[in-house]
């Protein structure tokens, strides 16, 4: 155990985005998301009620506060506030928001709020193919605008793009309102532009005009291995942290993009709709703090890359399993020293704050209407992570702000499984039965209950 103590202000806490969480999909004037006309399969929910905290916060957030969390990231659903996205706002699903900032905040929680984690308002996918369109990266300012007018007296912590290298990655074309087109490089690359200038007009807005709220980039934070000490190896590791790390926090405080991608992208004539007005927007890009989500680490063999795959999709093909680490039901490692390693990586090269705002592991879990679920194997990764970070801190010299676990209360995973649990509170519901949506805490609950109590300086 480390003997130092943590800072008093540091943050702990739960991290949620809306559609996992608040059902009433059609309530109140919320106009329909990319999300709201999925079906369920066979192995997956619907998105219609989620965990249905927009009736039941209160409920969740004595939760969060009996687990003496000081911080609750969540993410402001565009459609219900704009349900058109483009078009009038709906004072009810402001008043949503103002209803569930004022509960955290009466309760000691600070909240974060994060403006889009993949739910496109479903107009703008049908009428303009999402972020391929410059006018949804104006309706997407001119929405952030209005969010950070609205609740800056209350909310001192933004970040715009949930995980934003995904935008970067072939996983871009499901989470960016991509109806229609060939998922080409060039297209992968300009809705990747399309989201950084976003995210830069909403920062340098804050920036310009308040004086107490912060906003940082936030991204996957891709761990990457080389297979072996092969030097192929060890370069495609190398590619994949500049395309999908460094490109991202480098944009995120005004030094552009990576020289490497900007070659890249010149060399094979990749048209991503850069203008010199963007340019000019970039060059005033500063970030409070880098934020990152962090499950696991990855391994790369560069003899199973095709010859001619941009970095971008190196991971498509080369992906391979390390055999030194443990991983859960989905062959995802359980690496805490990589964790330590993202956050002294990030802290060494940029000096400004860090902030894992995503960590927790999925387990499948059911209850049996009467035991507490004993889920050690939670506590085990939890404890094991905080530990890491703490030698970040205290062996490495990073600065940390805080640490906010993924879905804390059960909610249905990014791919709409439910039987994928993270929470420390069991929610009762399975993919396609609602139950009674019952919150049950965990073994995991009470032992974060008494870490949190002490600010982690017994752990």
């Excluded at 999909?25 to 066979?42: F, I, M, N, Q």
């Excluded at 369109?133 to 104006?138: A, G, T």
């Excluded at 680490?325 to 002294?344: E, S, V």
């Amino acid at each position: 155990m480390n003997k130092q103590k943590m800072p008093k202000d540091f943050f702990w806490g739960n991290s949620v985005s809306s559609m996992q969480t608040e059902g009433a999909w059609d309530e109140d004037g919320k106009g329909l998301s990319v999300y709201d006309v999925r079906p369920a399969t066979e192995n997956t929910t619907d998105w219609h009620t989620a965990i249905d905290e927009y009736h039941r916060y209160d409920e969740d957030l004595d939760l969060m506060k009996k687990m003496n969390m000081n911080m609750y990231r969540i993410q402001i659903s565009w459609s219900r506030v704009c349900p058109e996205g483009d078009g009038d706002f709906n004072p009810k699903g402001i008043e949503f928001y103002d209803k569930l900032v004022n509960a955290m905040l009466d309760r000691g929680i600070e909240p974060m709020i994060c403006f889009y984690h993949f739910d496109m308002p479903l107009h703008l996918a049908k009428e303009y193919n999402g972020f391929m369109s410059r006018h949804v990266v104006d309706a997407f300012v001119r929405f952030g605008k209005k969010m950070i007018d609205h609740f800056s007296d209350r909310v001192k912590y933004w970040i715009v793009f949930n995980e934003h290298n995904l935008y970067f990655q072939d996983e871009v074309f499901n989470i960016s309102g991509y109806e229609k087109g060939d998922k080409t490089l060039d297209d992968m690359y300009t809705i990747f532009h399309h989201t950084m200038i976003s995210h830069t007009r909403l920062a340098n807005y804050i920036h310009e005009k308040y004086d107490d709220v912060k906003i940082g980039g936030m991204l996957a934070f891709q761990q990457i291995y080389p297979e072996t000490s092969k030097s192929t190896d060890v370069w495609a590791a190398k590619q994949i942290q500049e395309f999908l790390n460094f490109n991202i926090y480098d944009a995120d405080t005004g030094r552009g993009y990576s020289p490497e991608v900007l070659q890249y992208a010149k060399d094979h004539n990749i048209n991503w709709d850069i203008t010199e007005d963007d340019k000019e927007e970039m060059k005033k890009a500063k970030a409070d703090f880098l934020a990152f989500s962090y499950y696991s680490s990855w391994t790369v063999s560069a003899d199973k890359i095709p010859a001619d795959v941009a970095p971008n999709r190196y991971m498509n093909y080369g992906g391979v399993e390390n055999k030194y680490l443990k991983t859960n039901a989905w062959g995802w490692t359980i690496d805490p020293l990589g964790f330590r390693n993202a956050i002294t990586t990030m802290y060494n090269r940029y000096k400004i704050p860090v902030f894992p705002i995503e960590n927790g592991i999925g387990l499948k879990e059911t209850w049996d209407g009467e035991h507490m679920i004993e889920d050690d194997e939670r506590i085990a990764y939890h404890e094991e992570h905080i530990k890491a970070m703490k030698d970040a801190m205290f062996l490495d010299g990073a600065k940390v702000l805080g640490y906010l676990g993924w879905g804390l209360i059960d909610i249905p995973s990014s791919h709409a499984d439910m039987e994928k649990r993270y929470g420390a509170v069991y929610v009762n519901r399975s993919n396609h039965d609602l139950k009674d949506l019952k919150r049950v805490p965990k073994k995991s609950f009470y032992w974060f209950q008494k870490v949190l109590k002490d600010n982690g300086d017994e752990i």
